[in-house]
């Protein structure tokens, strides 16, 4: 089984700042991606940030202002949101592709979501 744990969401005033982590933990080999995807309410999911290790993707609504980062000896991401605006309020959602052991497939997984609200 593999878990992911997410943590530090909440709510802050327009321009403050927020710093998201997710813990993979369990069976695990090796991950290949980590990221961020959020999700408004009536909204499709969309990608906020996504890191393989060497290379890094951003929805260009947060380019300049969030930053992913990931320790792989703890295979924990995260997410530095600055600049935080209204239209950034969503529950934001842990990914993680990764493989449980040599001998299988790349499989997604997906941590329980956790709020972020930005007031005005």
């Known amino acids: 089984q593999v878990q992911l744990v997410e943590s530090g969401g909440g709510l802050v005033q327009a321009g403050g700042s927020l710093r998201l982590s997710c813990a993979a933990s369990g069976s695990i080999f090796s991950i290949n991606v980590m990221g961020w995807y959020r999700q408004e309410p009536g909204k499709q999911r969309e990608l906020v940030a996504d890191?393989?290790?060497?290379?890094?993707n951003y929805a260009d609504s947060v380019k300049g202002r969030f930053t992913i980062s990931r320790d792989n000896a703890k295979n924990t991401v995260y997410l530095q949101m600055n600049s935080l605006k209204p239209g950034d309020t969503a529950v934001y959602y842990c990914y993680v592709n990764l493989k449980r052991t040599r001998y299988v497939a790349n499989r997604d997984y997906w941590g329980q979501g956790t709020q972020v609200t930005v007031s005005s």
């Open positions: 890191t393989n290790g060497g290379n890094t």
